[in-house]
């Protein structure tokens, strides 16, 4: 079953906007990951936080973690077109390194 | 450099004839390997995910196997084929405790 649940599932926004998504999951993780997939393509890994992290920053993109909501968010400042793709949540739980992923968010940015 | 491949990039097939699709990963030893299906609008699937040569973990039954021959090859397979099986094939690895790595991706069409 899918561990995270992001929303919404779709975004329009435009260009030089901010975008907001957010994911919720269910079970206990030993980290959460943000993955990014033009439209065909392979999923590109964007940045990890951990489960003892609040907030972390990569560039435009900004993370936060609730562990206490099992919730996070994914900031894109400042959007361009190119970042026009899905985005992807994805929990790690435990020991092993399997990732369960949730349905993303189509995010479009008008130029 | 660390390298995944994955090919082919397209494939129809039809209706119960025989799949192999394969993943090779460069520049690393005994990656942790996984193969990961994605519908249309849906979020990824784990199909299956290996350790090691000959170390196999099935996560759904299915109409699929994988193997593992070679240290850094990862095989997934089909005796027949049903329409259920089309999909985004996507192969990954895990490079330490980061994110995945993906591959470029199998589109399979079944006919």
């Known amino acids: 079953s899918q561990q995270g649940e992001e929303d919404p599932q779709a975004l329009s926004i435009q260009e030089g906007e901010n975008a907001t998504m957010n994911c919720s999951y269910k079970?206990?993780?030993?980290?959460l990951q943000w993955y990014r997939q033009n439209s065909g393509r392979g999923l590109v890994h964007l940045i990890l936080?951990?489960?003892?992290?609040r907030e972390k920053h990569s560039g435009r993109l900004r993370v936060t973690l609730d562990t206490s909501k099992k919730s996070s968010s994914l900031l894109i400042t400042a959007s361009r077109a190119a970042d026009t793709a899905s985005y992807f949540c994805?929990?790690?739980?435990?020991?092993?390194?399997?990732?369960?992923f949730g349905k993303g968010t189509l995010l479009t940015v008008n130029p | 450099s660390q390298t995944i491949h994955q090919w082919p990039a397209t494939l129809v097939q039809p209706v119960g004839s025989p799949l192999s699709l394969e993943c090779t990963v460069e520049?690393?030893?005994?990656?942790?390997l996984y193969w990961y299906r994605q519908a249309a609008g849906r979020g990824l699937q784990l199909l299956f995910y290996?350790?090691?040569?000959?170390?196999i973990s099935s996560e759904v039954p299915q109409n699929l196997s994988a193997s593992r021959p070679q240290d850094r090859q990862f095989i997934l397979s089909s005796k027949k084929l049903l329409l259920s099986d089309s999909g985004f094939y996507l192969c990954?690895?895990?490079?330490?405790?980061?994110?995945?790595?993906f591959g470029s991706g199998t589109r399979l069409t079944v006919v």
């Open positions: 994805a929990t790690r739980g435990g020991s092993n390194y399997k990732l369960t």
């Open positions: 079970t206990s993780i030993n980290n």
């Open positions: 936080i951990r489960s003892n992290e």
């Open positions: 520049g690393t030893s005994n990656p942790n």
């Open positions: 290996s350790v090691g040569i000959g170390q």
């Open positions: 990954a690895w895990i490079p330490g405790d980061y994110g995945y790595t």
